[in-house]
């Protein structure tokens, strides 16, 4: 599995590595290796360790197209509303593993620039934070100590 930066026309596609890159500068996140192999590399919150993206090599069955090849893929969580309009772009399909209502993957040697796989994650990170408590209708942090 290469994991070198690909163009496709003036858009660069977001790889593993630029991927992995990207998480931990913008959000200060390593991936977890749950599986003892590198293959499938989990990103998970600090404070609640909910997965925010998953990337993974499965195969193109896996994903419902004809072959064989071992492709990386990244599943992000994603406003339900948009899923519907997502997965008419190319190389956007139904969550490998992952609940369909909530979850797509991105085949990452596909046609999607990583400045929209990037803006992607963020949704997902974003969906997948902790939750502010609130105490008496005061945040948690506001209140005095």
């Known amino acids: 599995m290469t994991h070198a930066v690909i163009k496709r026309g003036e858009a660069t596609v977001a790889t593993r590595k630029q991927i992995l890159a990207h998480v931990k500068k913008q959000y200060g996140v390593k991936p977890d290796f749950p599986w003892d192999s590198t293959a499938h590399a989990v990103l998970r919150h600090k404070a609640n360790r909910k997965w925010f993206g998953v990337i ?11 072959g064989h090849r071992v492709v990386d893929v990244i599943n992000l969580k994603c406003d339900p509303i948009m899923i519907g309009g997502l997965m008419k772009e190319p190389g956007v399909y139904p969550a490998y593993h992952m609940n369909k209502g909530h979850w797509v993957s ?17 949704m997902s990170y974003d969906l997948t934070k902790p939750k502010e408590r609130r105490l008496a209708g005061v945040k948690r942090r506001e209140r005095p100590h």
């Open 106 to 122: 991105i085949l990452l040697d596909s046609r999607i620039p990583s400045e929209k796989v990037f803006a992607l994650i963020g």
């Open 56 to 66: 993974m090599e499965i195969t193109e069955g896996d994903l419902g197209l004809n």
